[in-house]
């Protein structure tokens, strides 16, 4: 039975093992890179929800100039 650690830091843990699957590695990566960090950057958040954000009304405002233009009110 394998035992499974917590901690990368610690040479008997094996999570990082390039025997292990793909899966639990990039579990483990991503455990570490952001489910355990104590602050989260505020500015980073930020700066990401406002890519999510403009990344799904670009189309609308796209599509709405585009119509406008289509029906001539657009000059």
């Known amino acids: ?3 499974l650690t917590l901690s990368s830091n610690a040479r008997n843990g094996r999570l990082l093992d390039s025997n292990n699957p793909l899966r639990l590695r990039a579990f483990r990566f991503l455990s570490e890179r952001y489910a355990q ?9 930020f700066i990401l929800f406002a ?6 009304t670009w189309p609308m405002f796209t599509l709405a100039n585009a119509l406008a233009h289509v029906m001539g009110l657009g000059r």
């Open 1 to 3: 039975m394998q035992i």
């Open 37 to 45: 960090r104590e602050r989260p950057s505020i500015a980073a958040e």
């Open 51 to 56: 890519v999510i954000v403009l990344t799904a």
